[in-house]
């Protein structure tokens, strides 16, 4: 396979290099939750029903002192009216009806919004990813774009369903037992008041820290899913040179950084929550001690007193709930800002305004004019210079030459995965730039080396190439690839599961699966990427003999490094360093003395050459 491209070079590097890692700014606070926020008000009964749910239980929970306060200097004082009493009792139980109800609303809304709204998002994501030329993902790790469509919308559905719930059931528990206390004795509640600005320092000081550490924590849990995925993808690689003891060490190694990290951040939350409770629960005592002496003194009832001390814990608790919150809100926003950077990402590859239609019917003409190429992630070094082709409809044409040549680099021109930086690629006479992406591809059909199959059966792996064919259709497709023998053969026929990259079947049979996918994709024009050059010699005549089929009344460009399979090209099309040096026949340039000439004499041998 072509090395100037870089996305063929970097399997191979996998498993010894660090995952590759995307990093957006770090957040700076929970703004990136507006983005939740704003997915969450496409359900507006969800959130007026949530948001009434967790009125109740926060007005339920704070009436509960209340009715303490009746009891207490109604019931315990001399002369108190037993049917009074029954009443506050009874109210209070009906108090706690509401409390139970409202709870379970809250936690059914809630929750329900945490899943829909994660839901949406991973759809979201996914629709963008899908929108985003092959050079994003050379240039950004799947591995880590996984981790992030895993770990972070786990994070945030945890915030949704469980932080944000308990965070405005606080907010709502702090403000409203703060009225309530102005209400009981607010001489004593103005200096609690007093001490809110001490309560926000800290966050203050400790929240900046935290919410970079929270980011920092969340990249290495997805350096973790990342690594996991690589190497258990590549595991027979990593038996086979007897790795393991290396692939233990360097996962024990991002654990542990992703341990250190976390514990860092641990260390700060601890640190702001003991300050904050110290803060709030000192002032609350102090709130408390006053009382106790205007009780002794006869200015504040015991009812009150009793009112007052369980309102100012439920505040003190409120406020002690708000402090580890917020590290959890933090790092759902760092998490939030993690996908909303993939939402955000523009194709670099997209259609025009107003696209061109390419020609109807299709011609199978394409053409290469002065075109100079080079990857985003290797510009110093030219993938194609001054390159220009042009290829007749019905044409078969193979491309050859040393790796790094640029063969590759056509075919990822042709089907507009980049845009060349000078020159011109036209289909049917159309510039690529001009036309839809997606009509461009339509009208071409792709047969890789390895026959990339997706985890699913084989009916579905095989109408990849065309979605609505039929049965019939697909077997007359599998017929004509060498490939209905074994699918016949398989256990529930088309409806057998493939495996993981189809792993059921051999190289082979994955081959001619791919062929008979892009047979049923009955394009004009075929582009086939040493797709025999990994078979065995029965596997590869049985592919051979499909593709013959195949590149029949179709324009054909084979990439090989195997001569003996493009001698019967209309035209062989040499390059070197991303230049064609000679092009002709295979026995004009077999004696011409050139590149091909050697690279023939290096495959056949002097007399063969020939």
């Given at each position: 396979?072509?090395?100037s491209?870089p996305?063929?070079?970097?399997?191979?590097d996998?498993?010894?290099q660090?995952?590759?890692e995307?990093?957006?700014?770090?957040?700076?606070s929970i703004?990136p939750?507006?983005?939740?926020?704003?997915?969450a008000?496409?359900?507006p009964?969800?959130v007026?029903l949530?948001?009434?749910?967790?009125?109740?239980?926060?007005?339920?929970?704070?009436?509960?002192?209340?009715y303490?306060k009746?009891?207490?200097?109604?019931g315990?004082?001399s002369?108190?009216?037993?049917?009074?009493i029954?009443?506050?009792?009874q109210?209070?139980?009906?108090?706690v009806?509401?409390?139970?109800a409202?709870?379970?609303m809250?936690?059914?809304?809630?929750?329900?919004?945490?899943?829909?709204v994660?839901a949406?998002?991973?759809?979201?994501?996914?629709?963008?990813?899908?929108r985003?030329?092959p050079g994003?993902?050379?240039?950004n790790?799947p591995?880590e774009?996984?981790?992030?469509?895993?770990?972070?919308?786990?994070?945030?559905e945890?915030v949704?369903?469980?932080?944000?719930?308990?965070?405005l059931r606080?907010?709502l528990?702090?403000?409203?037992g703060t009225?309530?206390?102005?209400y009981?004795?607010?001489?004593?509640?103005?200096?609690?008041?007093?001490?809110?600005?001490?309560?926000?320092?800290?966050?203050?000081?400790f929240?900046?820290?935290?919410?970079?550490?929270?980011?920092t924590?969340?990249?290495r849990?997805?350096d973790i899913?990342a690594?996991v995925?690589?190497v258990?993808?590549?595991?027979?690689i990593?038996?086979?040179?007897?790795q393991?003891?290396?692939?233990?060490?360097?996962f024990?190694?991002?654990v542990e950084?992703?341990?250190?990290?976390?514990?860092?951040?641990?260390?700060i939350?601890?640190?702001m929550?003991a300050?904050?409770?110290?803060i709030?629960f000192?002032?609350?005592v102090?709130?408390?001690?006053?009382?106790?002496?205007?009780?002794?003194?006869?200015?504040?009832?015991g009812g009150?007193?009793?009112?007052?001390v369980i309102?100012?814990?439920?505040?003190a608790?409120?406020?002690?709930?708000?402090?580890?919150?917020?590290?959890?809100?933090?790092?759902?926003?760092?998490?939030?800002?993690?996908?909303?950077?993939?939402?955000?990402?523009?194709?670099?590859i997209?259609?025009p305004a107003?696209?061109?239609a390419?020609?109807?019917p299709?011609?199978?003409?394409?053409?290469f004019?002065?075109?100079s190429?080079r990857?985003?992630?290797?510009l110093?070094?030219?993938?194609?210079r001054?390159?220009t082709?042009?290829?007749?409809?019905?044409?078969?044409?193979?491309i050859?030459g040393?790796?790094?040549?640029g063969?590759?680099?056509?075919?990822?021109?042709?089907e507009?995965?980049?845009?060349p930086?000078?020159?011109?690629?036209?289909l049917d006479?159309?510039p690529?730039?001009?036309?839809?992406?997606?009509e461009?591809?339509?009208?071409?059909?792709?047969?890789?080396?390895e026959?990339?199959?997706?985890?699913a059966?084989?009916r579905?792996?095989?109408?990849?190439?065309?979605?609505?064919?039929?049965?019939?259709?697909?077997?007359?497709?599998?017929?004509?690839?060498?490939?209905?023998a074994?699918?016949?053969?398989l256990?529930q026929?088309l409806?057998?599961?493939?495996?993981?990259?189809g792993t059921q079947?051999?190289?082979?049979?994955?081959q001619?699966v791919a062929?008979a996918?892009?047979?049923?994709?009955d394009a004009?024009i075929?582009?086939l990427?040493?797709a025999?050059?990994?078979?065995d010699?029965?596997s590869e005549q049985?592919?051979?003999?499909?593709?013959?089929r195949?590149?029949?009344?179709r324009?054909?460009?084979?990439?090989a490094?195997?001569?003996?399979?493009?001698?019967?090209?209309?035209?062989?099309?040499?390059?070197?360093?991303?230049?064609i040096?000679?092009?002709?026949?295979?026995g004009?340039?077999?004696?011409?003395?050139g590149?091909y000439?050697?690279l023939?004499?290096l495959?056949?041998?002097?007399t063969?050459?020939?």
């Amino acid at each position: 396979m072509d090395a100037s491209n870089p996305g063929e070079t970097a399997d191979s590097d996998d498993i010894s290099q660090p995952v590759d890692e995307v990093r957006p700014p770090k957040a700076r606070s929970i703004r990136p939750l507006v983005m939740i926020w704003r997915q969450a008000l496409n359900y507006p009964g969800r959130v007026v029903l949530a948001l009434i749910a967790l009125s109740i239980t926060a007005a339920a929970t704070l009436a509960i002192p209340a009715y303490f306060k009746l009891i207490i200097d109604e019931g315990f004082s001399s002369g108190g009216d037993l049917d009074q009493i029954e009443r506050a009792f009874q109210l209070m139980m009906t108090v706690v009806v509401v409390l139970a109800a409202g709870t379970a609303m809250r936690f059914y809304f809630v929750s329900w919004l945490g899943e829909r709204v994660v839901a949406d998002i991973r759809e979201r994501v996914q629709d963008n990813l899908l929108r985003l030329a092959p050079g994003f993902y050379e240039e950004n790790s799947p591995k880590e774009i996984s981790s992030r469509m895993t770990s972070d919308t786990t994070l945030i559905e945890q915030v949704v369903g469980t932080t944000v719930s308990v965070a405005l059931r606080n907010i709502l528990m702090a403000v409203g037992g703060t009225i309530y206390l102005f209400y009981l004795v607010p001489q004593l509640t103005v200096w609690m008041v007093l001490i809110i600005p001490a309560v926000v320092i800290p966050i203050a000081v400790f929240g900046r820290r935290l919410r970079n550490v929270s980011r920092t924590s969340q990249d290495r849990v997805a350096d973790i899913g990342a690594m996991v995925t690589e190497v258990l993808g590549a595991m027979k690689i990593v038996q086979a040179f007897n790795q393991e003891a290396r692939e233990r060490a360097r996962f024990r190694d991002a654990v542990e950084q992703s341990f250190a990290t976390a514990r860092r951040r641990i260390i700060i939350r601890a640190a702001m929550t003991a300050i904050i409770i110290l803060i709030v629960f000192g002032a609350i005592v102090m709130l408390m001690w006053r009382g106790a002496v205007g009780v002794a003194s006869g200015e504040i009832s015991g009812g009150t007193i009793a009112a007052l001390v369980i309102t100012a814990g439920l505040v003190a608790g409120a406020f002690g709930a708000l402090t580890e919150v917020y590290g959890d809100l933090l790092r759902g926003a760092g998490a939030a800002s993690r996908l909303a950077e993939l939402l955000q990402e523009e194709p670099a590859i997209a259609a025009p305004a107003r696209p061109e239609a390419l020609p109807v019917p299709p011609r199978g003409s394409l053409s290469f004019r002065n075109v100079s190429f080079r990857y985003p992630t290797r510009l110093e070094s030219p993938a194609l210079r001054d390159f220009t082709l042009e290829i007749q409809p019905g044409e078969t044409v193979a491309i050859v030459g040393p790796s790094g040549a640029g063969k590759s680099t056509i075919f990822q021109l042709a089907e507009r995965f980049y845009d060349p930086q000078a020159g011109t690629v036209r289909l049917d006479g159309v510039p690529l730039t001009s036309a839809d992406p997606a009509e461009i591809r339509r009208r071409i059909a792709l047969v890789p080396q390895e026959g990339v199959l997706f985890s699913a059966n084989a009916r579905d792996n095989l109408r990849y190439g065309n979605w609505d064919a039929t049965d019939e259709q697909i077997w007359e497709a599998a017929r004509a690839a060498n490939a209905e023998a074994f699918l016949r053969d398989l256990p529930q026929g088309l409806d057998t599961f493939l495996g993981e990259n189809g792993t059921q079947l051999s190289g082979g049979q994955r081959q001619r699966v791919a062929i008979a996918r892009a047979i049923l994709r009955d394009a004009p024009i075929l582009l086939l990427d040493e797709a025999t050059s990994a078979l065995d010699a029965e596997s590869e005549q049985l592919v051979q003999q499909a593709l013959d089929r195949l590149m029949k009344d179709r324009t054909t460009l084979v990439i090989a490094h195997r001569l003996a399979t493009v001698r019967a090209a209309d035209r062989i099309v040499v390059m070197d360093e991303g230049r064609i040096v000679e092009q002709g026949s295979h026995g004009v340039l077999a004696a011409g003395g050139g590149l091909y000439s050697r690279l023939a004499k290096l495959q056949f041998g002097a007399t063969q050459a020939a």
